[in-house]
């Protein structure tokens, strides 16, 4: 079992800037493809940005060039900085991750993944 626990959500206002944390613990493996996804009332959970074992990353439209996933291999911990943040951007935001044999590209659907954390709010005020 891995556990995966996010930190870093907060309030900000339209505009700002919020770095999300997501530290790994428990049966882990050497190779893992991990990411962020997020849900806003009535809404459906979206990808956001996510990274394979290789370290290729994959963004959705609506974050491109505003979030940046990166990862600490030697911490366990996979992070999401995020600028420019807008009212839209307004979720609860989970980690996932999924431990790999073979190499896989960046996989932006929720289902593919199988380790979650019980995520963080992240509120945008206008």
């Known amino acids: 079992q891995v556990h995966l626990v996010e930190s870093g959500g907060g309030s900000v206002q339209a505009g700002g800037s919020l770095r999300l944390s997501c530290a790994a613990s428990?049966?882990?493996?050497?190779?893992?493809?991990a990411g962020w996804f997020r849900q806003a009332p009535g809404k459906e959970r979206e990808g956001v940005a996510v990274?394979?074992?290789?370290?290729?990353?994959r963004y959705a439209d609506f974050v491109k060039g505003r979030f940046t996933v990166t990862r600490d291999n030697a911490k366990n911990t996979l992070y999401l900085q995020m600028n420019s943040l807008k009212s839209e951007d307004d979720a609860v935001y989970y980690c996932?991750?999924?431990?790999?044999?073979?190499?896989?590209?960046?996989?932006?659907?929720?289902?593919?993944?199988?380790?979650w954390g019980q995520g963080t709010q992240v509120t945008v005020s206008s």
């Open positions: 996932a991750a999924r431990d790999v044999i073979v190499g896989y590209g960046p996989v932006l659907d929720s289902n593919w993944y199988t380790f």
């Open positions: 990274m394979n074992s290789a370290g290729l990353t």
């Open positions: 428990g049966n882990t493996y050497s190779n893992f493809c």
